[in-house]
DNA sequence: AAGGCGGGGGT
DNA sequence: ACCCCAGCCTT
């Protein structure tokens, strides 16, 4: 759950899971549009589809028992790694090194490596390194500690280097490296894409949702149905398109919901969105109620349009 | 080996 | 704006 996210973040999510999947095998006999719903708004949501499918496999096929090394865990969907190395140590107490993203700065810095930490050599000289220097007495405090050292002390901007217990010994402190450590090669560069949704309300305050399938985005959540195009467009194109989209007959009346784009930031693309409502005149076929939009699984995107929305 | 995959918080 | 977060998977 935690993967590429902060505790801090991810704890809420956590306790509502454990609440509600009290056992693997309530998670194993949950729908997949639960434990959407449940992982709504943390991202990265094949995270949460992977952990039901490791659910039902370690429900259904092993009797519910979990193993605990580190060369059967990483075969689990989801599990890599950074999270067969720490449940095997800190759950079986297993003499593995946890690699994440703290680790590998609070190694870079204190032994002053300068490989990328995202190059295949990289990878695998921090993976070497953080076995070398581990502490096996005591793998679990020593996992969880280092991993939280670098989140509160040897921190990635500013680290306040003066009341760290370790400067004297620190590589990166005594060549003026701080700041620089660890490398990290070529930035990821983002992508404009241009959504248009069709908010459909019929007599009934119905209107149409649709599941993204993938491979892409979002995969498996709800949305409006989509026009996607490669540049904004206007009132006369919607009108256009629409009958190719959604099933609906004339006379309807079509208006912009939102005058300036809601531009939403995934790490990779940038969303410029329009909602554009669509009063039907007739009863939708699949219509959903309005006051049922909360059930399903959605990005925060159209969460937060639905949460707007007021006819 | 490189890129896709979210959303939020800090600077 | 840009960076990073208890990374993993696919291509």
Redesign the pocket.
Known sequence: M????????GIPYYLTFVKSFPTVHHLAKAKEEQVLKLWQ??????RAR?LHATAKFISEERDGIFPDTYKELIKL????????S?IASICFDRPEA?V???V??VLARYYGVELPIN??EGISFFRELAHRVKDVQNIKDY??GI??F??LQC????PDCNSCPLHNDCVALATDKVAVLPV?T???KI?KRYFNYLVVVDENNSTLLQQRIG?????NLYEFPLLETDKEIELEEVGESLKGIVAVEAPFEVYLYNENQVV??????HLHTRFWIIHAADKLENGIRISDLHKYPV???IADFIKAFKI
């Open positions: 935690l993967q590429q996210t902060r505790v801090a973040q708004g943390l991202g990265y949501y094949s992977n969907k989801g599990i890599g790694d950074y999270t067969a720490a946890v994440d993203g703290n590998y700065r190059s295949k996992n969880q991993m939280e670098g989140a921190t990635p901007k500013n990290k070529k930035k990821t992508r491979p892409g985005i979002w995969q939403h930031k995934l790490s990779h693309q990005p925060v995107l």
